[in-house]
């Protein structure tokens, strides 16, 4: 087993270093290469869409087109979130961990949207269809959350992937100049 002397960690050390700056400067480049960059930002308005119904429905006079607008925005991105929707670029997901959540707000949204229609009638509808809001925004926050993980480890193999690979194309490329004394 080779043991490390100073002199080795210090080079590894200074090798690291650099190579993490390098990679950390084309950071830019890296958002554009993750294929769900946009289904993450429809779902980060997911929540969005969510407290402007819980708003519409908390207002005194109730905005009916405006809430039926917004719940017809909410099932038209979950749904592209879950199976794709090329109208509005979502991709649609295969990570077993995103289709689970993304499951389990769309069966509460569909429990919801009967509420949310029979919201328009009385005022105790309406606060029962506001906490039923409550518990979508709950889920669709940790299915946000999934979304940023996902993200970050893509950055973290890309990161990585990087620097491995400035280091074996350097080595390839490496040479050195002996002199031969006579």
């Given at each position: 087993?080779?043991?490390?002397?100073?002199?080795?960690?210090?080079?590894?050390?200074?090798?690291?270093?650099?190579?993490?700056?390098?990679?950390?400067?084309?950071?830019?480049?890296?958002?554009?290469?993750?294929?769900l960059?946009?289904?993450?930002?429809?779902?980060?308005?997911?929540?969005?869409?969510?407290?402007s119904?819980?708003?519409?429905?908390?207002?005194?006079?109730?905005d009916?087109?405006?809430?039926?607008?917004?719940q017809?925005?909410?099932?038209?991105?979950?749904?592209?979130?879950?199976?794709?929707n090329?109208?509005?670029?979502?991709?649609?997901?295969s990570?077993?961990k995103?289709?689970a959540?993304?499951?389990?707000?769309?069966?509460?949204?569909?429990?919801?949207?009967?509420r949310?229609?029979?919201?328009?009638?009385?005022?105790?509808?309406?606060?029962d269809?506001?906490?039923?809001?409550?518990?979508?925004?709950?889920?669709?926050?940790?299915?946000?959350?999934i979304?940023?993980?996902?993200?970050?480890?893509?950055?973290?193999?890309?990161?990585?992937?990087?620097?491995?690979?400035?280091h074996?194309n350097?080595?390839?490329?490496?040479?050195?100049?002996?002199?031969?004394?006579?």
């Amino acid at each position: 087993m080779k043991k490390f002397t100073r002199t080795n960690i210090i080079a590894l050390a200074l090798v690291l270093g650099t190579t993490t700056l390098f990679a950390s400067s084309d950071d830019y480049a890296l958002t554009e290469n993750y294929k769900l960059l946009n289904d993450m930002k429809l779902a980060q308005k997911q929540q969005a869409l969510i407290v402007s119904m819980g708003q519409t429905l908390e207002s005194e006079r109730l905005d009916v087109k405006a809430l039926k607008d917004a719940q017809i925005r909410f099932e038209q991105i979950l749904t592209g979130l879950d199976e794709g929707n090329s109208a509005i670029k979502l991709k649609g997901t295969s990570i077993p961990k995103i289709k689970a959540k993304l499951k389990e707000v769309k069966n509460l949204w569909n429990a919801e949207v009967k509420r949310l229609n029979g919201s328009l009638m009385s005022s105790d509808e309406r606060e029962d269809a506001i906490d039923g809001l409550n518990k979508i925004m709950v889920k669709m926050s940790q299915a946000v959350e999934i979304y940023n993980n996902s993200y970050s480890r893509f950055k973290q193999r890309s990161k990585l992937s990087s620097i491995v690979n400035r280091h074996i194309n350097a080595r390839k490329n490496q040479t050195f100049a002996l002199n031969i004394v006579k």
